[in-house]
């Protein structure tokens, strides 16, 4: 059933001949007051500062201006994954990383190494395979990190040397699981073996501690909308010593993505393309607010709001995804609804009464889970606003659990008397 309601226009004082109109049904969205909550793992809140700084007007991207703007950002990139080597900015999301990390460093029929971690895992490995290359793809407990006996154990079985990559993922965002990167870095120092390591930091970087060069990373890759508090649209890539090296032999096609033109443009302080100009105004927006925090607050932060999360949904009698506390995310926690009830109709209803969005289950988690975002531009409020919206909608939906789950996230928050 429907109506019609019209208003009348003024223009210039006066009213038209005709009135503007719209269609009444009865799903007609009206004002909702307050903010939405956007809980997501990624795209994160992006905040009041950054917004502001890409409000800037255009300016000449091939100008002396635009080009001390992008020395300062590769310098400001070079310290957030803490590398003193090779930075590249891209206009894209962290897909385009993953496809410029493969598309430079290795030729087709090339052996890597890569585990089930979870659905951005599968996906990374599903790209190098329409590129040609030869990707192990190991069956893994998607509850658990992988492991650095695990990844050893495997270039310990590759005598001949086939294995050019190892593929891992820091931050699972599907699954809310951390690996342990600076364990896996050593025990490949260790092993001898010349295989590089690729390093999927899209939800880790500037959330948890990632190290490029002292842990031995090859290339670590990453994207705008999680950590560094950007809407998507850049991609960012560190490349090592060893990488750039590969980068001169390798064979995989590659222009949009290729590190030899962005290097030489990058050396002028310009892209070989028109870049995303005003997203690189939010960037340095950005790492001037993570500075001004201190990257170990930064990290800590993160820890806590993971830690408080948790100890809100084993309150509520439900399960946290990560099956080990110390590889539980600090971006982004999963969480189990028990059996017989969907996690996608859960979200449903907490985004219809309490206008907050939860992220959804991927791949074989469709509809078992529900992801609770606590990374990016949060404080201890703001979460415990999220928790609470959590909570309500477990009792509007029905979905059986104890309460007192914001109590015990606020516990946490208040340990030793700080809450920020």
Same mark, same amino acid.
Request: aromatic residues 8%; contains cysteine.
């Given at each position: 059933?429907?109506?019609?309601?019209?208003w009348?226009?003024?223009? @210039?004082?006066?009213?038209?001949f005709?009135?503007?109109?719209r269609?009444?049904?009865?799903?007609?969205?009206?004002?909702?007051?307050?903010?939405?909550f956007?809980?997501?793992?990624?795209?994160t809140?992006t905040?009041?500062?950054?917004l502001?700084?890409?409000?800037?007007p255009?300016?000449?991207?091939?100008?002396?201006d635009f080009?001390?703007?992008?020395?300062?950002?590769?310098?400001?990139?070079?310290?957030?994954?803490?590398?003193?080597?090779?930075?590249?900015?891209?206009?894209?999301?962290?897909?385009?990383?993953?496809?410029? !990390?493969i598309a430079?460093?290795?030729?087709?029929?090339?052996?890597?190494?890569?585990f089930?971690?979870?659905?951005?895992? @599968?996906?990374?490995?599903?790209?190098?395979?329409?590129?040609?290359?030869?990707?192990?793809?190991?069956?893994?407990?998607?509850?658990?990190?992988?492991?650095?006996?695990?990844?050893?154990?495997?270039?310990?079985?590759?005598?001949d040397?086939?294995?050019?990559?190892?593929?891992?993922?820091h931050n699972?965002?599907?699954?809310g699981?951390t690996?342990?990167?600076?364990?896996?870095?050593r025990?490949?120092r260790?092993?001898?073996?010349?295989?590089?390591?690729?390093?999927?930091?899209?939800?880790?970087?500037?959330?948890?501690d %990632?190290?490029?060069d002292?842990?031995?990373?090859?290339?670590?890759?990453t994207?705008?909308?999680?950590g560094?508090?950007?809407?998507p649209g %850049?991609?960012?890539?560190a490349?090592?010593?060893?990488?750039?090296a590969?980068?001169?032999?390798? !064979? %995989?096609?590659?222009s949009?993505?290729?590190?030899?033109?962005?290097?030489?443009?990058?050396?002028?302080?310009?892209?070989?393309? !028109?870049?995303?100009t005003?997203?690189?105004?939010?960037?340095?927006?950005?790492l001037?607010?993570?500075a001004?925090e201190?990257?170990?607050?930064?990290?800590?932060?993160?820890?806590?709001?993971?830690?408080?999360?948790?100890?809100?949904?084993r309150?509520?009698?439900?399960?946290?995804?990560?099956?080990n506390?110390?590889e539980a995310?600090?971006?982004a926690?999963?969480?189990?609804?028990?059996?017989?009830?969907?996690a996608?109709a859960?979200?449903?209803?907490?985004?219809?009464?309490?206008d907050?969005?939860?992220?959804?289950?991927?791949?074989?988690?469709?509809?078992?889970?529900?992801?609770?975002?606590?990374?990016?531009?949060?404080?201890?409020?703001?979460l415990?606003?999220?928790?609470a919206?959590?909570?309500? @909608?477990?009792?509007?939906?029905?979905v059986?659990?104890?309460?007192?789950?914001?109590?015990?996230?606020m516990?946490?928050?208040?340990?030793?008397?700080?809450?920020?």
């Open positions: 059933m429907e109506d019609r309601v019209c009348p226009l003024r223009f @210039g004082g006066k009213l038209p005709a009135a503007a109109c269609i009444r049904t009865e799903s007609i969205v009206t004002y909702r007051s307050g903010r939405h956007l809980q997501l793992p990624g795209p809140n905040p009041e500062r950054v502001r700084a890409m409000s800037k255009t300016i000449d991207h091939r100008g002396p080009q001390a703007l992008t020395r300062r950002l590769l310098d400001g990139m070079r310290e957030v994954f803490k590398t003193e080597h090779a930075t590249f900015i891209y206009p894209a999301s962290g897909s385009g990383a993953w496809e410029a !990390t430079n460093t290795l030729s087709p029929g090339d052996r890597v190494l890569a089930e971690q979870g659905f951005f895992a @599968g996906k990374w490995a599903q790209i190098g395979r329409r590129f040609g290359l030869d990707v192990d793809l190991r069956p893994w407990s998607m509850r658990e990190g992988v492991t650095p006996e695990t990844v050893a154990d495997a270039l310990a079985e590759d005598s040397g086939r294995i050019r990559a190892v593929m891992v993922v699972e965002t599907s699954t699981v690996t342990d990167i600076e364990a896996i870095g025990a490949m260790a092993s001898g073996h010349p295989a590089m390591l690729f390093v999927d930091a899209v939800s880790s970087l500037v959330v948890t %990632l190290r490029h002292e842990w031995s990373l090859d290339v670590t890759l994207g705008s909308q999680k560094l508090m950007l809407p %850049l991609a960012m890539v490349a090592g010593p060893r990488a750039l590969a980068a001169e032999s390798a !064979t %995989l096609p590659n949009y993505w290729s590190w030899t033109d962005q290097a030489a443009f990058n050396e002028r302080g310009f892209f070989p393309y !028109t870049p995303a005003h997203l690189l105004y939010g960037l340095e927006e950005a001037a607010m993570l001004e201190g990257f170990d607050e930064v990290f800590d932060r993160h820890a806590r709001f993971g830690r408080a999360t948790r100890a809100a949904v309150a509520w009698g439900l399960d946290v995804y990560a099956q506390e110390e995310s600090a971006a926690t999963a969480v189990l609804v028990p059996e017989g009830h969907d996608d859960l979200r449903a209803r907490i985004l219809d009464r309490f907050m969005s939860l992220g959804t289950g991927l791949g074989p988690l469709k509809g078992k889970v529900f992801r609770i975002g606590h990374l990016g531009d949060l404080n201890a409020l703001s415990l606003g999220a928790l919206g959590v909570e309500m @909608g477990l009792r509007l939906a029905g059986p659990h104890d309460g007192g789950g914001v109590d015990a996230a516990n946490v928050l208040t340990q030793n008397g700080e809450a920020t």
